[in-house]
């Protein structure tokens, strides 16, 4: 497809399990980002990669927390000992530079996780 | 620090009618990004409109355009002739830029319902 794709979207983790959530940006794009949405709220970031470099991290919640893009495409979120707190959507974005440079930034559908 | 505030947590508008909502900021920076995003039950951020902060004139693009007034670091956005489509979530959000890093921040949304 044209554009950033997540998986899974939907996604039922008991606590204390360990998930990983991946994203597809587009194709060619440099700049990756995470944000996590928690309900009611405005997305907030979790990460930035340019290429495999992660740039920054400074968002990442917890240790449990720990993404990777180790060949500067596709991306994996991974979630340790999952806890209630950490049920949210979490949006992955592309861009195809960085978007400073006026390059448009674009989400994917977004991976729902439920901790019960 | 750099935040965003949307005041309006809901508001309501007639089909074919107009509405703004509005969005103020806090930032040190001279130069930056500000941007709309809506968010429909699907949950992906689909991009309304973007401002460059060094530019004088307002952005536009087609129904949607915005008021921006740099020195009162106010960045509202107005939708002319609203369409039963344009119910959504609406994000106000700036690009914030620090070392190698780019981070969007988001307020916390203000949700929109167009009225048939």
């Known amino acids: 497809g044209a554009g950033v794709s997540q998986s899974p979207r939907y996604k039922v983790a008991k606590r204390g399990q360990d998930v990983a959530l991946r994203c597809d940006p587009i194709?060619?794009?440099?700049?990756l980002f995470w944000y996590q949405q928690a309900l009611g709220q405005g997305p907030e970031f979790l990460t930035y990669?340019?290429?495999?470099?992660?740039?920054?991290k400074s968002g990442l919640p917890s240790d449990r927390f720990f993404a990777e893009r180790p060949e500067g495409s596709v991306s994996t979120l991974k979630i340790q000992r999952t806890q209630q707190e950490d049920s949210a959507v979490y949006l992955c974005?592309?861009?195809?530079?960085?978007?400073?440079?006026?390059?448009?930034?674009?989400f994917g559908e977004g991976s729902w996780l439920t901790v019960v | 620090a750099q935040t965003v505030t949307q005041s309006q947590p809901e508001m309501s508008v007639q089909e074919a009618e107009t509405v703004t909502l509005s969005c103020t900021y806090d930032?040190?920076?001279?130069?930056?990004?500000l941007f709309w995003y809506k968010q429909p039950p699907s949950r992906q951020m689909i991009l309304v409109i973007r401002?460059?902060?060094?530019?004088?004139q307002n952005a536009t693009e087609n129904r949607f355009s915005v008021n921006f007034q740099k020195a009162a670091k106010s960045f509202s956005l107005k939708i002319s002739d609203s369409q039963l489509g344009d119910t959504a979530m609406y994000f106000c959000a700036f690009m914030k830029r620090q070392g190698g890093s780019e981070k969007l921040v988001f307020g916390k949304g203000t949700k929109l319902t167009v009225n048939p």
């Open positions: 930032t040190s920076e001279s130069n930056y990004y």
């Open positions: 990669f340019q290429n495999e470099a992660q740039l920054d």
């Open positions: 401002q460059e902060a060094y530019k004088q």
């Open positions: 974005a592309s861009s195809l530079l960085r978007p400073s440079s006026g390059n448009t930034i674009y």
């Open positions: 194709s060619g794009h440099v700049s």
